[in-house]
């Protein structure tokens, strides 16, 4: 069974510019999860989506979004990109959205911005 | 207060030796526990959980959870310089069933196997 992929791999984009990060789940996985990695912050929870609602979300501001498909596939959005955005971008997969179920991560998507 | 605290590293140990790695949160209702492996370059590999008070092993790891001192560690029994690694403690901190996808986690601990 394939894993999560993420696309793209890697991104540079400059100050004030917008970016769109996809994320496949596993195949039969309905929840997704995404997080910002940063050496400084460590691994931070944006917001988690299933069935195509946005079920939870991290203290990051409203530049940050994302939104799910029927397909369980998912996208994030980063607006008006600053440059303490670069970071790994990480999006984590579960089978169905009850309590302690395991989360898998894809590869991430390294965002720089300059 | 950080919510999950791991021990500070890094932590180096020879090979073969047993390496712990402890976790500590503050959300008393937390009912899921997750230890993930982190290579430099790549992304977190999920390598344990845990739900109820003991122990549960899977090969050379073994995750041990206490929810009265809330702790939780994890035992490599035998390393190996592949165990090197950043080891990432997860928690799910059970809010009334908003945060079930929102993993909180640690800062991670640095482990060195040396041969």
């Known amino acids: 069974k394939a894993g999560v992929t993420q696309t793209p791999r890697y991104l540079i984009k400059t100050r004030g510019q917008q970016v769109t990060l996809s994320c496949s789940p596993i195949?039969?996985?309905?929840?997704v999860s995404w997080y910002q990695q940063t050496p400084g912050q460590g691994l931070q929870f944006l917001f988690e989506y299933f069935s195509e609602t946005q079920r939870n979300k991290g203290n990051f501001p409203g530049r940050f979004s994302g939104r799910q498909f029927s397909n369980s596939r998912s996208e994030m959005n980063v607006s008006t990109l600053e440059l303490g955005d670069s970071a790994l971008y990480l999006c984590?997969?579960?089978?169905?959205?009850?309590?302690?179920?395991?989360?898998?991560f894809g590869p991430g998507t390294r965002l720089t911005v300059t | 207060q950080k919510e999950v605290e791991q021990n500070s590293g890094p932590l180096s140990v020879p090979e073969g030796a047993i390496a712990s790695l402890n976790c500590t949160y503050s959300?008393?209702?937390?009912?899921?526990f997750f230890w993930y492996r982190q290579y430099s370059g790549k992304s977190p590999e999920l390598i344990m959980s845990?739900?109820?008070?003991g122990d549960k092993e899977d090969g050379r790891f073994t995750a041990q959870l206490n929810k009265a001192s809330q702790y939780v560690s994890l035992l490599i029994r035998d390393s190996q310089p592949s165990d090197s690694a950043t080891y990432l403690c997860a928690v799910i901190e059970h809010a009334g069933g908003t945060s079930y996808g929102k993993l909180t986690f640690g800062q991670g601990t640095i482990l060195t196997v040396h041969p």
């Open positions: 959300d008393r209702g937390s009912q899921s």
């Open positions: 845990i739900y109820s008070n």
């Open positions: 195949s039969g996985h309905r929840s």
């Open positions: 984590a997969s579960s089978l169905v959205r009850d309590r302690g179920r395991e989360q898998y």
